[in-house]
């Protein structure tokens, strides 16, 4: 196995990795924590047959970067999730795994020297994929009900001034609650309808269920993280309408009344 990258990047091949079935192409690009005590747990945890886990990448704390799987195979590190209305998201991806405790763990801050390297293998990846900024995602992202990773402390801002990721800079806290669980109406189908198009798997019926609080948690900790608590404010509503405005092409197709 020849490293993909044209990093300096080590190999330890996981057996865990199939076909890509459908599109083929990557078209995301997904971040990960590890949720582990250390980088020699998760590689070979990450390693084992009978995990039935992978990841393409693995990025250790000092910045080391170990390729696991070629990126032309589906490596086994999303789950079940979905993004823009499509699922099967291994085959549609390249995952790169970041050695970090976790919220289990206390949420440690990522080293510098460690996402430095993360973020010369993105854009590394990247110079060799079609991959657009807002499908560089989190792991919460496209599995809300089950991931919490990488976590608010991850820093998307390094990432993006970068040009890894799609960004806007969130409007501030003040107060303004527009809903939260229980609550119910067109109001709040319009505003699921904002995260559909953004691309977060939320029904879009306007009730404000447990699944749409998930969504709102998962996009406040990658775009809104000052506070990431499932309520529907001032700011999280804003800091949506201006990331979908920011899109080069708008999601709603005509449905411009909703932004």
Known sequence: MTPDTRLAC?????????????????????LHYTGMGTGDQALDWLCREESKVS???LVHEDGRILQLVEEAHRAWHAGEGSWRGKADVNSRSIGIEIVNGGHSGGLPAYPEEQIASVVSLCRDILSRHRI?????????????????DPGEHFP???????????LVEPAPLRGGRFFSRGDSGEPVAAFQAMLAAYGYGVEIDGVFDEA???AVVAFQRHFRPARVDGVVDTSTVETLHTLLRALDRSPFEGRGDLV
């Open 55 to 57: 990841s393409h990448y």
């Open 212 to 214: 749409t609080r998930l």
């Open 156 to 166: 998307w801002r390094t990432l993006h001034e970068a040009g890894i990721g799609h």
């Open 10 to 30: 080590d190999v330890r091949p996981s057996p865990n990795f199939d076909t890509r079935s459908g599109e083929g192409e990557p078209s995301i690009l997904l």
């Open 132 to 148: 657009v900024s807002e499908f560089v995602l989190a792991h919460s992202d496209i599995a809300p009900a089950r991931k919490e």
